[in-house]
Every structure is written in C-alpha cells, then in structure tokens.
C-alpha cells in the first residue's frame, strides 16, 4: 500500500481557502485516492474520494495532477467548524474485493476567527 | 438511515482482564473493519469480516480476536488488556462490492487502568 506524506498542521481564519496537499510517490495504478476528516472523539468522516483529475462534491474539491504522485484537497470558505484531523489515503481493493485502510498521521487544521 | 453504531462508548477496564465490543454496520452492508487509534496518532488496522471469516489482519497479536455474526455485526474480543490497550477503537463497515468508502462509527472508548 502506497505511504502518504501530508503536513503535520495548518491554520487558517474564517472565510479563507484551505488547500492541504498530500503526497503518495508509489501510488499503484489501481489505487484510489480518499480523504477523511475526524473530529475529537468522533470516527473518521469520509469527504472525497478520486483517481484522476479533479473531483467536487458539496464540501471539497480534489484535484490530481497527472502523475498521481500527489493531490491536493480544498476546502472553500471554511469555518470555525472545520477545525478537525484530515487524512489522505491511497488504497485499492487488494484485488478482492476488500479494502484496507492505512492512515499516516493526518494534518491539524485549525480556523480562527 | 442508522449509520454504524458502537457500543459501549466508553469503557474502564483493568490489566490482565478481557473486553467485548460492538459494532452494527451501515444498512446495506455486509463487511466490517475494526481499527485501534491511540491519542494523537491515525487509525491503525487490527483485522476485517466478511461472511462470518477473518479476511484480512494487521500487525496485532492473537490477543486480538474478533466474531462475525449473520446478521453482519461483528465484535472485537481483546484478552489480557495492557495498559498499551488504552485507545478507541473504531469500527468501519462497507460493501463487499462497492467501491464506495468505509464507514465509520463513533468508536469504543477504553480506558486501561
């Protein structure tokens, strides 16, 4: 399974932009790419999943340049209540059908007002 | 549309003793993941269910068993809890043939004393 390398921590205000980026270098060709966003004491909450190109949904956009050796999730305007652990993940069905998740360590974003 | 659910959501155990955890999958799913995430780190991998069997496991020893019911719901036996045990412990379910992402619940929270 493909490691991910994402940063540790990031700060933002209300309102701005966050653009968190993580790297995957040995991503397989069947691999997918998720995140996940975890609050305290809360499970992981999934938030966007893609392969190739640019994915968006209500609440993030991810965008994966052609090599798929990295992506980059973005979050529009947030806000106070998008304080929480992201994660990046790369993963395939292992071929049967069942998928193991690997989390690194995450990044901490943190919104001020 | 009840989601997963855990149970308990917390619990206080000692050394040397042994814990049973809960967990109902998502409606519409029939495989389920457990993973064990101490404070500050991402969630680790301890095994998978699908049709009653261990599918997959990660790096955890034999004191780390787990039960598969017809139903779908699984638990997690841990036998001679240590102080390292301490941790929440996550349960994940998903579709065997579905792409689509793991769903997680809320978590048991064990405390080790």
């Known amino acids: 399974l493909a490691k991910t390398t994402q940063p540790i921590s990031m700060d933002s205000y209300e309102g701005q932009e966050v653009n968190i980026t993580c790297s995957h270098n040995?991503?397989?060709?069947?691999?997918?790419i998720t995140w996940y966003q975890q609050f305290p004491s809360q499970g992981p909450r999934f938030i966007i999943q893609g392969y190739k190109t640019k994915v968006t949904n209500e609440v993030a956009s991810l965008f994966i340049p052609a090599d798929r050796k990295s992506s980059t999730l973005s979050l529009p305007r947030v806000s106070l209540s998008d304080t929480a652990v992201y994660y990046c993940?790369?993963?395939?069905?292992?071929?049967?059908?069942?998928?193991?998740?690997?989390f690194g360590t995450g990044t901490r974003l943190l919104v001020s007002p | 549309d009840a989601g997963v659910t855990q149970s308990p959501t917390h619990l206080i155990k000692t050394r040397g003793q042994q814990v049973t955890l809960r967990c109902s999958p998502k409606s519409g799913h029939d495989t389920v993941s457990w993973y064990q995430q101490a404070l500050g780190q991402g969630p680790q991998f301890i095994f998978q269910y699908y049709e009653e069997e261990e599918r997959q496991r990660g790096n955890f020893p034999d004191r780390f068993s787990g039960h598969q019911f017809p139903n779908y719901s699984s638990e997690l036996n841990v036998n001679a809890l240590l102080l390292g045990d301490s941790a929440l412990y996550l349960c994940?379910?998903?579709?065997?043939?579905?792409?689509?992402?793991?769903?997680f619940g809320d978590g048991t929270r064990l405390s080790i004393l």
């Open positions: 993940l790369v993963g395939d069905k292992q071929g049967t059908g069942f998928q193991k998740l690997v």
């Open positions: 040995n991503i397989a060709t069947n691999d997918y």
């Open positions: 994940a379910s998903s579709s065997r043939w579905s792409n689509q992402p793991q769903h």
